[in-house]
């Protein structure tokens, strides 16, 4: 382990997230509130710092290894969420376990909140709330590798250790800083298009750039305690549909499609085309099983409901129009069931991602293929090519991990006193990046225990991390020569 390296990136990685702090600066000046001089007090201890860490290792330009960047990247996402805390506890007087879960739960994309009362907090902090779903969203350590090649290291290890999903090897173009590039330019695009879409049909600006931000980085947070509800406008909620699934959709199929001006990359994305095909019909089924409940007036109402929350479920964004705790029969439990499924591997969704779910599928089916024929030989294929058998492994050790990893924080969740569904949503809210639960959880998180809430901010760093980048730390192995 080059800790010495590690401590540059660090440092270099810290300086970087101060300037984060300023433009809240700038937003709490122009509405003329006090709050400026607590995100400027952040800006100088965040910087601080960091160079505090980085000078005594300025010099160190050492190669990093795969190792290096999965403890860079854990390190980070720790400290940054505690750091993130800051501006909760100088502006609300948050309690240090609140700062801290509001504050990962954003740069997680999970959109969890221990607050209430959104509609009369300062616009600082509420432009700052959205603001860590943004850079949670792109991932601040790709961010840092498409804006600082001086960092003046190997990147893909960075790379390999932040980037969601089962295809981490697959690059956009042949140089890794050139790949977040793409990344970062084709994720600041869709922000701006949301942005405008929201403005254009009613959203004042204010609104409309802090919900694009949280909708493309697919984490749910909101200027409202009504979250979309507040709006009452089908116009805004089907944009939001449309941008959700956009962020939930790989970005790879994205810089293609608009580099080769060809809608074909998408239709030829196998994985893309199951998502689609699973979101219509779980649309279809809530859709008939409220118009046959007559939980809505009429059918098209039912229709608006259950395809927002639908795909605000599965895309993992965590938006709100309906408390769908008091939907009947299965329905809220299905909902926190399908967050596990969540978008396509590559985007900013959370949960197993379909890619996952699809191979799983087809493992389950071979298997059934070998009892009826053992000598049979049943290749796993995807877009016409066999996956070799350790790509197969790796998914099913996974997916094996991650419901032992449910099971057993649901479990602890019980033990601070919840009962067993709203323990199991909470976790599947956090674990999977989504953040609405169930039952007294279903706007406000602010009840779970101190205790409760650090479970929960692990889950969160879990899910963000997908599993192995965390607990690969915690092995004995890894940390031998």
Avoid at 199 to 212: N, Q
Wanted: glycine letters at 8%; aromatic letters at 14%.
């Amino acid at each position: 382990m080059q800790l010495l390296v590690v401590q540059r990136i660090l440092g270099i990685l810290f300086m970087m997230h101060s300037v984060t702090m300023l433009p809240p600066v700038l937003v709490a000046l122009a509405y003329g509130e006090r709050e400026w001089a607590d995100f400027l007090i952040t800006f100088g201890i965040l910087f601080i710092f960091g160079v505090a860490v980085w000078w005594p290792v300025r010099d160190e330009r050492r190669e990093l290894r795969t190792r290096d960047g999965f403890v860079i990247v854990v390190m980070f996402w720790t400290v940054l969420g505690m750091a993130g805390a800051i501006p909760f506890m100088l502006d609300l007087d948050l309690p240090f376990t609140d700062a801290v879960f509001e504050s990962v739960s954003g740069f997680t994309t999970t959109g969890a909140t221990v607050l209430s009362g959104l509609d009369h907090l300062p616009k600082a902090i509420l432009y700052y709330r959205q603001q860590l779903t943004f850079i949670g969203g792109i991932g601040i350590v790709v961010l840092a590798v498409a804006i600082l090649p001086m960092l003046g290291v190997g990147g893909m290890s960075l790379y390999r250790a932040e980037t969601p999903g089962p295809m981490k090897d697959t690059k956009l173009t042949p140089r890794i800083i050139e790949t977040a590039r793409a990344f970062s330019y084709t994720y600041l695009g869709l922000c701006a298009a949301c942005a405008l879409a929201f403005w254009a049909a009613g959203m004042d600006l204010f609104d409309a750039v802090g919900h694009s931000f949280a909708v493309l980085a697919t984490a749910g947070f909101s200027n409202h305690d009504a979250s979309f509800a507040y709006f009452d406008s089908p116009l805004i909620e089907a944009i939001a549909c449309v941008f959700m699934l956009l962020g939930a959709i790989s970005f790879s199929a994205h810089f293609l499609a608009w580099r080769g001006f060809h809608m074909r990359y998408y239709w030829q994305d196998r994985e893309l085309r199951a998502f689609l095909w699973v979101t219509f019909l779980l649309i279809i089924l809530f859709t008939l099983m409220l118009a046959w409940t007559s939980q809505y007036s009429d059918f098209w109402q039912a229709l608006r409901y259950a395809a927002f929350n639908v795909i605000s479920t599965l895309t993992t964004t965590g938006y709100v129009t309906a408390n769908f705790s008091e939907w009947p029969s299965f329905l809220p439990v299905l909902l926190m069931l399908i967050a596990f499924i969540g978008g396509c591997a590559g985007s900013t969704a959370g949960g197993l991602k379909m890619m996952r779910v699809m191979l799983l599928y087809k493992q389950g089916m071979r298997e059934i293929w070998r009892l009826a024929h053992p000598r049979g030989i049943f290749p796993i294929k995807v877009g016409g090519k066999s996956l070799p058998n350790n790509v197969v492994d790796a998914i099913w050790g996974f997916f094996s991990f991650y419901m032992l990893s449910a099971l057993v924080l649901t479990l602890v969740m019980m033990g601070t006193g919840l009962d067993a569904v709203t323990a199991f949503s909470a976790v599947s809210a956090s674990l999977n990046n989504m953040g609405a639960g169930l039952n007294e959880l279903g706007s406000t998180f602010e009840p779970v225990t101190t205790f409760g809430k650090w479970v929960l901010i692990f889950a969160m760093l879990l899910g963000r991390l997908e599993i192995f980048a965390l607990l690969v730390l915690f092995t004995p192995a890894f940390w031998r020569r």
